[in-house]
C-alpha cells in the first residue's frame, strides 16, 4: 500500500538528502580522467578543508566511513602497534575490534556509555606509558550509539600534558558538519569523516583529514596497503584526480552540499543542531523518561537516546511509530539493544522536522502502553518558539 506524505528518517544517519543535493547528484557520469573532471575533484577536495577545517590533507574515498577509520590506522601505524581506545559506545567498540583485526593491539578504556571521552583517564593512561609504546589516540567525537560528545580539544591538552607523542585519531563520522569541530586547531593527526550523517549525503563516500605528522608516520608505518594508501592519492589529488574511479556522481552532491553549509554558515549550522538537542531533552524530561547521556556538556546536538522504561521493548516502541507515522527512529546497538532508542536531528532538519518527529515519538508511546507523562511535544514546541529567530525578512 502507499504511505502519502514524506517518510520521516529521524535516526542518527543516513540523514533525509535534501532535493538539491539529490538534484545534483542527477547529472550523466563524466570521464574521471578527462579535463572536465578536474574541477569537480578539485572542488571537492578544497571544500572539504573549510569543513574540517584544515590546511592540510583531505582524502576522499568511495567507501562508508568504515573504510575511512580502516584507511586511518593501516595508513599510520604498523602491525603490533599499541593504540589507546575510548569505549564511548558500540562505535568506539567497532573500531576497536576493526583495529585489532588489521594486526594493531588495541587498549580500550572501559566506561558506562553515558558520556564522552575523559581527557583526565586518558592522560593518566599515557602518564603511566613512560616508553611511549601507544602510538596512537583514538576517540569518537558524537558516540552515534549514545548521544554523547567527546571534548576533544581538551584531550589534545591532555595528551599534551602527558608529554605523549601519540598520535591523535578522531572520529567525526556523525559530527562533521553538525557539532563544532576544528582539525588544525584542536591539534588533531587524523580525523575520520563520512557522507550520509552531517553532510546530507546518501552513503558511499568517507574521509581522511591528515596532518603533517601524520603524514610523516605514514612513510615510515609498515601495514601492507594498497587500496586506502595516502601515498597513491597525493600525486593525482593535486591536480583534482584520483589514482582509481571515484564516485563521480557522489562528488557533485559533495560540492552541493559543501555550497549549502557554507550558504547556511557552519556556525550557524551547529546552533541549529544544539538548540534542537535542548529541545529535544526538553521534550524527554517532560515525558518524565530519561536522556541516555548524564554527563552535563557531553549532550548531543545531532542524536538523543533514551532509555526506555523497565520492562517496556523499545523495538516494539520504534515498531509502532514507523507502521503508524511511517517515522524512523534509531534502535538500541549492541549491550543497550531494546532499552533505549534514538531520535536523529541532523543534517537538513528544522522546527518543524523536529516537531514532528517528538510528536510521532509521543504518539507512539501511547500506542505501545509506555508509561509516560503527556506533554513533552508541548514542552519542546513552547522552547523552540520562545527561542525562535525569523531566517529570512517578515
Ligand atoms: C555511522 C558511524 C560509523 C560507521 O560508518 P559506516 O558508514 O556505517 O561505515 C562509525 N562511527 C560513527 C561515529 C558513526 O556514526
Redo the contacts with the bound molecule.
Sequence with gaps: MRTAGRHFLQI??PSTVPDRILRAIDMPTIDHRGPAFAAVGKRALDGMKTIFKTDSYVFIYP?????A?EAALVNALSPGDKVLMYETGH?AT??CELAERVGLQPELIESDWRAGADPDRIEERLRADKANDIKAVCV?????STGSVSPVSAIRRAIDAAGHPALFMV?????LASIDYRHDDWGVDIT?G?S??GLMLP?GL?FNAVSEKAMAASKKATTSISYWSWDAMVGPNKNGYFPYTPATNMLYGLNEAIDMLNEEGLENVFARHTRHGEATRTAVRAWDLEVLCNRQGHESGVLTAVMMPDGHSADAFRAKTLAHFDLSLGNGLSKIADKVFRIGHLGDFNDLTLMAALSGVEMGLDLAGVPYRAGGAQAAMNQLKDTATAKTAE
Excluded at 567507501?63 to 573504510?67: L, Q, R
Excluded at 569518537?140 to 552515534?144: A, L, Q, R, S
Excluded at 572520529?171 to 559530527?175: A, G, R, V, Y
Design positions: 542518527p544517519g567507501a562508508s566511513g568504515t573504510g577509520w562505535f567497532l573500531w569518537v567525537h558524537n558516540e552515534t572520529d567525526t563520522i556523525s559530527s575520520v563520512g550520509q550523517k552513503p568517507s
